[in-house]
């Protein structure tokens, strides 16, 4: 797992998959009961509710996952003030060039869904756009709160990295040991540990009165942004120590069932407004997302490990994907809101039509300029950079 040229072709299998996860996620948002998005179509519906927190259950949490596990693997390969930088790179260029470019057009939607204007009408709601781009809120980074929050643990996971691999060393070794001893215990025990976490999080914001602990405008939230620091570490963990990933790659089917439950668990408590349901959530979230992330792992490595072109291809798009998707959801969804296409057909229609744009954008035209995939991918302009392009930001 850990040679120079080892290719984890699983892993992208699996990246795919939680990439392709947003576009149904966002679009079911736009005609979910009580979800909050851009826009809402007048009909709200319970099932796409639920649906939409069924799949935010796990995504997130295992994207984090994945992103601890690889930079655990690519920081080994040159020092830590070089990895860094190039971090900063993938991710703050593709931020900048995102913020400029695509939440303009996304802030005229929300405006003009806002104010009702017709799409023929489309100027009368520039002021409104120029309104909050004149003061800095959270709407200037919509889907993108996702790189800050990355940037942000990679700049604590780099800084700490020398220490940390030292005072670390010892009792993650004897993790190690337990997890071959005890398989089960560590189950529980790992569960338990993230699960008090989350409670601790949770009791911050009450203490808060129930208000998110913000920066910068609440474009840094600070609870969210330790909640998945907590999955970055797992995976950065699972990279160190290969018998603590054989144990995590290796589930039973009581995992599988206990996973599949949580899902469904936080697909019926997203939608609820009772205050026990939403306090239930964000703990019910984190199960779902080790026990997921498990059987994906155990999936991923099992039977998707073998070289297969057209994953390498989709899976490669994943960072366009990621930064494309949203704008592509909302535009598609106002025109299908305002020309009352039916729910269903329109979420069905969003989620296939985005997905095809979205990565045929990569492959005809991302890929094939240079100056393109560093603008969108933080991919190195040289030639000589590219030699751990397998392993950088496609773990975002």
Not at 134 to 149: C, M, R
Not at 268 to 291: F, G, N
């Amino acid at each position: 797992m850990t040679g120079e040229t080892t290719r984890l072709h699983g892993l992208d299998a699996m990246r795919l998959f939680l990439m392709v996860f947003g576009i149904p996620y966002h679009a079911a948002l736009i005609y979910g009961l009580h979800t909050s998005w851009l826009f809402h179509a007048p009909e709200s519906s319970w099932g796409f509710a639920a649906l939409a927190g069924a799949l935010h259950s796990f995504r997130m949490g295992a994207f984090f996952l994945l992103s601890g596990f690889f930079s655990a693997l690519t920081i080994g390969r040159r020092d830590v003030q070089s990895w860094m930088s190039r971090r900063a790179v993938q991710l703050l260029v593709p931020l900048a060039v995102s913020m400029a470019i695509l939440t303009p057009p996304q802030l005229l939607l929300f405006v003009m869904a806002r104010d009702n204007l017709p799409i023929s009408a489309w100027q009368m709601a520039l002021p409104g756009v120029v309104a909050i781009l004149a003061h800095p809120n959270k709407l200037w980074v919509l889907h993108l709160w996702f790189l800050i929050d990355l940037f942000l643990v990679c700049c604590v996971f780099a800084g700490s990295y020398r220490v940390g691999a030292r005072a670390f060393r010892a009792p993650l070794d004897r993790l190690e040991r337990f997890a071959i001893k005890a398989p089960r215990l560590l189950g529980v025990g790992l569960l338990a540990v993230l699960v008090g976490g989350t409670l601790v999080l949770q009791a911050m914001q009450a203490a808060n009165h129930h208000r998110e602990l913000n920066l910068f405008h609440d474009m840094i939230q600070i609870q969210s942004t330790l909640y998945y620091m907590m999955f970055f570490a797992l995976g950065s963990v699972l990279y160190m120590r290969p018998a603590i990933l054989r144990w995590f790659a290796a589930p039973g089917f009581l995992t599988g069932i206990m996973g599949l439950l949580a899902v469904l668990g936080c697909g019926v408590c997203a939608p609820s407004e009772s205050h026990a349901a939403q306090v239930l959530l964000p703990a019910l979230a984190t199960v779902a997302t080790i026990l997921v992330s498990r059987w994906m792992f155990r999936l991923a490595l099992e039977h998707f490990n073998e070289p297969n072109n057209w994953v390498g291809q989709v899976s490669g798009a994943s960072y366009t994907v990621y930064l494309l998707h949203h704008p592509v959801v909302a535009m598609l969804g106002f025109i299908c809101v305002r020309e009352a296409v039916t729910p269903i057909l329109s979420w069905l229609s969003i989620v296939a039509a985005t997905t095809i744009v979205t990565v045929t954008f990569h492959v005809t035209i991302v890929n094939r300029s240079r100056v393109l995939a560093f603008l969108v991918n933080g991919r190195a302009l040289r030639q000589g950079a590219h030699t751990l392009r397998s392993h950088t930001m496609r773990d975002a």
